[in-house]
């Protein structure tokens, strides 16, 4: 009888380490997705493979033909409301939402072979832009630049007005929206998160 007891208590024990392991465990996804930034988004994601959105301006080079018997065609678009850009012959074609080098393969495989028996194309992005709104001095948009943080562009929109809530100033990107404390990013400046293209910041009134 003594031995059944002690297999009992052996199995008591280690079910409640689980238990406090599982917890632990669940505890550290929550806190993780909490103080996660735009799904993993981070400042790796200002490099070739950040999305296009609208608004961007783009440079697009179509050389067309073999040799020299084809003249290179340079286009300057812009990334309308719908997503799309203006192309001769192919017409509008969605860019929004792709990597420079999916607009590429996208371009070529509406030229090629419908138009040409062979097109190079070369996309790059000449301005891109964030956006301030809400409760700032100059509410505008703004030209993009790799250095951009969320203080660096409410600074850039010419600082908070009087009436401005500091501590629920909003980042939306894409489909997801953050909330940021400014007043605490000012103390830890380690924490003031990275502005991407497109990204827009909205500074709500304060109720008091």
Not at 34 to 58: E, N
Not at 68 to 94: A, C, H, M
Not at 176 to 187: A, G, K, P, V
């Amino acid at each position: 009888m003594s031995q059944i007891r002690h297999i009992r208590n052996l199995i008591g024990l280690t079910s409640g380490a689980l238990a406090a392991l599982v917890l632990l465990s669940a505890c550290a996804i929550t806190s993780s997705s909490k103080t996660g930034s735009f799904g993993g988004t981070g400042v790796d994601s200002r490099g070739g493979d950040t999305r296009l959105r609208t608004g961007d301006q783009l440079q697009v080079r179509i050389e067309a033909g073999t040799g020299t018997s084809g003249t290179p065609q340079t286009y300057d678009v812009s990334i309308d409301e719908n997503g799309e850009i203006p192309l001769p012959l192919i017409g509008r074609i969605k860019a929004e939402g792709l990597t420079i080098g999916e607009l590429t393969e996208r371009i070529q495989a509406n030229y090629v072979p419908r138009y040409y028996v062979h097109c190079n194309v070369i996309v790059l992005v000449t301005v891109r832009y964030f956006y301030v709104g809400g409760e700032v001095r100059s509410p505008s948009r703004y030209g993009w630049t790799d250095d951009i943080t969320l203080l660096k562009a409410i600074n850039t929109a010419g600082g908070f007005t009087d009436y401005a809530n500091r501590g629920k100033v909003e980042v939306m990107r894409g489909k997801e929206r953050q909330t940021f404390n400014c007043e605490d990013l000012r103390q830890h400046p380690e924490k003031d998160p990275p502005i991407l293209p497109g990204d827009s910041v909205y500074v709500p009134r304060s109720i008091f």
